[in-house]
């Protein structure tokens, strides 16, 4: 694999101001009810919001498609960049034992003002080589949309 096919994006239109959807990312107790894609729950076990902070999420799935075990992914991972309002920049590690999952994925949300509503943008590099372009950018954009639902109610559009 090259390294463009080592990077994977998703985006959507959220109708939520970029403020409330920052907010929603850097809040453990937030991100707990949005982050995991459809078939999974999520458990933050550690998370310090702030430039150089780590965090380890525990993603549990329904089915046999985990990375740690046959149904879990634990991601550990440290906070590089915060720009209120604007960015986050996640260096991440899938804990694993299987070498395709090996490596650091650098995960960057993007957050653009478009009116009222915010363009996310989310790019995953240097995503390890067992996780599938499709499979991947088909849970982000289920995150995505877990975020939309859940910023539309929390910020009452």
Not at 8 to 29: P, T
Not at 101 to 119: N, V
Request: charged share 20%; glycine share 8%.
């Amino acid at each position: 694999m090259n390294d463009t096919d080592r990077t994977h994006a998703s985006s959507r239109l959220i109708s939520a101001n970029s403020a409330c959807i920052y907010d929603a990312c850097i809040q453990s107790e937030k991100l707990m009810r949005w982050i995991a894609p459809a078939g999974a729950v999520a458990n933050v076990e550690k998370f310090e919001a702030r430039e150089g902070g780590c965090f380890k999420i525990v993603l549990s799935f329904n089915n046999d498609i985990g990375k740690s075990s046959s149904r879990t992914d634990v991601v550990s991972g440290r906070f590089l960049r915060l720009v209120p309002d604007g960015s986050i920049v996640q260096a991440i590690d899938f804990v694993s034992d299987r070498p395709e999952f090996a490596g650091t994925m650098i995960m960057s949300w993007f957050l653009h003002p478009w009116g009222e509503k915010t363009l996310v943008s989310v790019v995953a590099e240097n995503v390890p080589q067992g996780i599938s372009r499709a499979d991947h950018e088909l849970g982000m954009a289920s995150s995505l949309e877990n975020l939309a639902g859940f910023v539309e109610i929390v910020c009452g559009r």
